[in-house]
């Protein structure tokens, strides 16, 4: 019998460091989700939603880059200043630019 149980102990020993190694990863991640939460004021439960919330906030961020980017150019092409200058401002008081890519573009223009 003694050497029945004793067969099982390697086992009974790798499946319980298994299970504490997966509760400190998991602790791990839900420390992430927490100060994630804490910092951005957001109430993610788990982190399958706070990664997709990060993909599709950080490719919302290089979308409206490139798209900026583009308009800017558009823009710096204008033949008419005054024009241009008024539609730069308004993309920065938008929020489609930030201050040194309108101080950049505008610095461009009147060049």
């Known amino acids: 019998m003694d050497q029945g149980i004793g067969q099982f102990i390697p086992l009974i ?3 319980t460091i298994v299970v504490v190694v997966v509760k400190l990863k998991n ?4 420390t992430r989700i927490d100060e994630f939460n804490k910092k951005h004021g957001t109430n993610f439960k788990n982190e ?5 919330f990060i993909a599709t906030k950080l490719d919302k961020k290089s979308e409206t ?7 800017v150019e558009v823009i710096i092409k204008e033949d008419d200043l005054g024009e241009s200058l008024k539609r730069l401002k308004k993309m920065y008081n938008d929020g489609h630019l930030s201050k040194v890519e309108f101080e950049k573009a505008k610095n461009k223009l009147l060049k």
């Open 13 to 15: 020993l790798i499946i």
């Open 65 to 71: 880059k490139i798209s900026s980017d583009k308009k």
């Open 27 to 30: 602790k791990g991640r839900q």
């Open 48 to 52: 399958l939603d706070l990664n997709y």
